[in-house]
C-alpha cells in the first residue's frame, strides 16, 4: 500500500452516551451516522440527521466524517456542524449518472462559488 495507512472507526449512539471516551487515540478518523435511513447497509442504527451527526462529532478530537444515507442538501449542512467529510455510497451508486452525482457533492461541499 505505501506510506502511512489511515485508521478510522465508526460510532453509534447518541450525544450524551460519551461514545468517544478514551478512544481519541485509537484512530485517525471516525466515521459518525447515520444520518438518514440508508438501504446500502441492512444493520444501520436509527438515523440521527445532520443535527445529530454534528452533536457526536462535536464529542471528539478526531476528525469525523459523516455517513449514511446523505443526499446533497445534507452537505452543506454537515460541513457547517465541523465535520471533515462525507461518505457517500447511495447517492452515487443509484444515479443516472454517477459522475454528475460526485460532482454535486464536490460542489455542495465546497459552498457558494
Given at each position: ?63 469525523a ?30 444515479a ?18
Amino acid at each position: 500500500m505505501g506510506g502511512r495507512v489511515a485508521f478510522g472507526m465508526g460510532v453509534r449512539g447518541l450525544p450524551g452516551n460519551g461514545p468517544f471516551e478514551g478512544l481519541d487515540h485509537v484512530g485517525d478518523y471516525v466515521g459518525i451516522g447515520v444520518v438518514r435511513a440508508t438501504s446500502s447497509k441492512a444493520d444501520a442504527p436509527e438515523a440521527i440527521g445532520v443535527a445529530g451527526v454534528g452533536a457526536l462529532a462535536r464529542g471528539t478530537a478526531l476528525p469525523a466524517v459523516a455517513i449514511g444515507g446523505i443526499v446533497v442538501d445534507d452537505v452543506p449542512g454537515l460541513r457547517a456542524e465541523g465535520l471533515a467529510g462525507v461518505a457517500v455510497v447511495s447517492w452515487i451508486c443509484a444515479a443516472d449518472n454517477p459522475r454528475t452525482a460526485a460532482e454535486e457533492l464536490t460542489r455542495a461541499w465546497a459552498g457558494p462559488a
